[in-house]
């Protein structure tokens, strides 16, 4: 059973995903949460902006975990990667365009306006670039291109989320999975000739 504090947090989670910083609430999050209103300032004294940094940071490291997981069920990077991206698009899909892109909002909304959030945001793009370099080194890639690579793909992804939340389809997560999927095989190709 989560604690009063982890199910404050989880909500939260939830709310920045579907609806981003500005237009998430405390009221709401309490409510949502079945939270007393008491326990909300007992565990973030410092308000929306201490709550928001943690459930960013949650958010990324359960981004991680999932990015990690879904690549580890195969081994060849061009193929676990594709795969990954179009299992993003069934999920927003199975989510009715609610979710997926955790972070985005929340950077976008506050990057200028909270270096707490900026900060916290970068960290978790960090996270996940480097699961995805981690998979392309093993996959065969020098440290340097794979970090290049991993970028690469989280901004596309990040892209392709935003089209289909947006377009209320997952096509552009599957095109997005296509043509990643090209693009690696052809730079692993690359790659193994430079090597």
Request: proline share 3%; net charge negative; glycine share 8%.
């Amino acid at each position: 059973m989560s604690s009063t504090r982890d199910q404050i947090i989880e909500t939260t989670c939830i709310l920045l995903e579907a609806q981003g910083y500005h237009a998430t609430g405390l009221n709401q999050i309490i409510a949502k949460s079945g939270s007393p209103k008491g326990s909300l300032y007992y565990y973030f004294p410092q308000g929306k902006e201490e709550l928001t940094a943690e459930a960013i940071a949650r958010s990324g490291r359960i981004v991680e975990r999932n990015i990690r997981a879904g690549l580890a069920n195969n081994k060849e990077p061009a193929e676990a990667i594709a795969n990954f991206v179009r299992s993003i698009a069934q999920a927003v899909e199975s989510s009715s365009f609610s979710a997926g892109g955790p972070l985005t909002t929340v950077a976008l909304e506050t990057v200028n306006s909270s270096e707490r959030l900026n900060l916290v945001c970068r960290e978790a793009y960090g996270w996940l670039r480097d699961a995805f370099a981690e998979k392309l080194v093993a996959g065969g890639y020098t440290p340097e291109r794979a970090t290049r690579l991993a970028t690469f793909i989280v901004s596309v992804i990040e892209g392709g989320i935003i089209l289909s939340r947006t377009n209320h389809s997952g096509d552009p997560l599957r095109h997005v999975a296509d043509e990643l999927g090209d693009y690696l095989r052809a730079a692993s190709n690359t790659e193994t000739r430079v090597q």
